[in-house]
């Protein structure tokens, strides 16, 4: 992969429907300022994630990532409780994304069954993932660029719209951006901000896929931190753009914030079809996501494999060097994750979601951890200036992707709405930790003999 389709994968897992529907909902609760606020915090916390795993996947890009990382500078088995959160967290998405593309497409064929498109874009994804690794690249090049420029789109007309240098109709807010402090700066206190930011942390979750792709990168000193840069700056560009427009258009009373602030504010402009618009970006940002998730989810598997973790064969390459059997297994726990929302939705899908929500959190901590310790090994049998890539303020910038993950982890617990995600999460991260413990420390050595050549195989492979 070169410079560009590692920005598209990023830009893939991040943007989700979460920015087109979510920031609505904090405006009304957290006002456009706090939102803001809330949004800007979350990317100071990514880009410093995003500047340690960089450091670690220049020095070592590896499939891996953060699994190679934490096995390999903190624990063997923080890194293989890691690999299943992160796989786990991407299964989950595509179950659910899979049935909201179905429920999407019944707009316009209202007659098809919802599963019949499910199986339809899940056909797409298997086959687009198991073929030449470019055709995955310039399918992921392609959805992403789209749903970008969509909100590049949306973010210019709003713009002219809020100048008032095109006419909107049934405009009733303040011009010139007045109406994101008409109500004050905070109009309901910094406690909603302070739970806006919990959310909007993770919001940019997916940035992290850049370290996942790192082994089939081209080189990678040069296009991750290029790669990172850019992903960054359009992502905050584009996140805080579109919660600016909502919140200068849209009064904090407007039902359309916490439903369709899009097709609401496309529809002022006089945008023709701009529901069967926004419907269509929808489901263009949900297969993006979904695919860039199943490539991501199924490079775990590999890496679990590859580690003697699991057995040796969900490590199995196609002729194009591409994991089949990650893939398979990740296709089969979508499925599962889309059947368990439909027949357990308050139950088992109740906790898959939190265990989702948890991963997150969980990944960035280790990232951090990882290169807090891999720059102590380091520094003690090599030159810092012989690193290709350093990530700045060290070690003040992991310690604070920690100490700021931790928080959150914290703020969790006291937000009822979001505490499930612990109560589930930590127990789970605790079972399969102690399971590596238990089973795969004895077993781990018989199987890592045998299949470290068909790792190194892999590796060349890829790169």
Request: aromatic share 12%; charged share 10%; with cysteine.
């Amino acid at each position: 992969m070169n410079t560009n389709q590692l920005i598209a994968l990023s830009l893939g897992g991040v943007i989700g429907t979460g920015i087109f529907m979510s920031p609505g909902y904090f405006i009304k609760s957290a006002g456009a300022i706090g939102t803001v606020i809330a949004y800007l915090i979350g990317a100071i916390l990514v880009c410093l994630v995003m500047q340690c795993l960089s450091e670690l996947s220049v020095h070592q890009p590896t499939t891996g990532a953060f699994h190679d990382y934490a096995n390999q500078y903190i624990n063997p088995g923080v890194g293989f409780v890691v690999a299943w959160l992160y796989w786990l967290t991407w299964t989950i998405a595509l179950g659910s994304n899979l049935l909201t593309m179905g429920v999407l497409m019944q707009r316009w064929f209202p007659q098809e069954p919802t599963w019949l498109w499910c199986l339809f874009f899940g056909l797409i994804m298997f086959i687009l993932n198991i073929g030449n690794l470019s055709w995955f690249s310039k399918s992921e090049s392609i959805t992403s660029w789209v749903k970008t420029f969509a909100l590049l789109f949306f973010i210019v007309i709003g713009f002219l719209m809020v100048t008032r240098l095109i006419p909107g109709h049934h405009i009733q807010t303040a011009a010139n951006f007045g109406e994101l402090t008409k109500n004050g700066w905070f109009p309901h206190g910094i406690g909603p901000i302070l739970a806006t930011v919990l959310t909007a942390n993770f919001a940019y979750s997916g940035a992290e896929m850049i370290g996942v792709a790192a082994g089939e990168t081209k080189n990678p000193e040069k296009s991750i931190p290029k790669a990172s840069r850019r992903t960054l700056v359009l992502l905050i560009t584009l996140f805080i753009g579109a919660i600016l427009i909502m919140g200068a258009l849209l009064a904090p009373s407007d039902n359309a914030l916490a439903t369709s602030p899009f097709v609401a504010i496309l529809g002022q402009a006089g945008i023709p079809g701009a529901a069967d618009i926004m419907n269509a970006i929808l489901i263009i940002t949900l297969f993006s996501a979904s695919n860039a998730g199943v490539f991501a989810a199924s490079r775990m598997i590999w890496s679990l494999a590859d580690k003697g973790e699991i057995s040796p064969k969900f490590g199995k390459l196609s002729r194009h060097g591409l994991p089949v059997y990650g893939l398979i297994l990740t296709m089969a726990g979508g499925a599962l994750s889309l059947l368990s929302s439909i027949y357990a939705a308050q139950t088992l899908y109740l906790a898959l979601n939190a265990l989702s929500a948890f991963a997150v959190v969980a990944v960035w901590i280790v990232i951090a951890w990882a290169q807090l310790n891999f720059r102590k090994q380091y520094q003690k049998e090599h030159d810092i200036k012989d690193l290709k890539y350093k990530a700045p303020l060290y070690p003040l910038t992991p310690i604070v992707v920690i100490i700021a993950c931790l928080a959150s982890i914290i703020g969790i617990g006291f937000d009822p709405n979001q505490r499930i995600a612990l109560i589930i999460g930590v127990p789970f991260s605790l079972f399969l930790y102690g399971y590596y413990q238990i089973f795969q420390t004895k077993s781990k050595g018989q199987h890592h003999h045998e299949f470290s050549r068909l790792g190194q195989t892999t590796e060349d492979d890829f790169i």
